[in-house]
């Protein structure tokens, strides 16, 4: 349900982003690093939230994929820790099956 009124709501925004942009025709100069260019407002506007949004989710992907690795990393180490919890358990119990023997003969 949820992701249904997500899809419902981006939809809704994105008709109302393409009727802002149809109606928008005002040309604006656009000054990067070497040189200046003329562009369509909601072009530009378009252009500049896509290369924001490509980045973020760059960035995001980064992060997710260190958490990722560190918690693999994270799982590994606890699997040997237990594994070698429980051969000390096992050892220990074994000595105390032996120094019970020794006791009774």
């Known amino acids: 349900m ?9 939809c809704i925004l994105s008709v109302i982003l393409i009727i802002f942009g ?8 656009f000054n990067y ?3 200046q260019n003329s ?3 909601s072009t ?8 924001g949004l490509f980045l ?9 994929l260190k958490a990722r690795i560190a918690l693999m990393k994270a799982k590994r180490k606890i699997k040997k820790l237990t594994l070698n919890q429980d051969q000390q358990v096992k050892n ?3 000595l105390k099956i032996i120094d019970d ?3 009774f003969f």
Request: aromatic share 16%; charged share 20%; no cysteine.
């Open 33 to 35: 690093l070497l040189a």
């Open 101 to 103: 023997k020794k006791r």
């Open 56 to 64: 973020g989710w760059i960035i995001t992907g980064i992060f997710y």
């Open 92 to 94: 220990d119990a074994n």
């Open 2 to 10: 949820k992701f249904v009124l997500i899809f419902l709501l981006v």
């Open 39 to 41: 562009y369509r407002l």
């Open 22 to 29: 149809a109606n928008n025709k005002e040309e604006v100069v």
């Open 44 to 51: 530009l506007l378009v252009n500049v939230f896509l290369t």
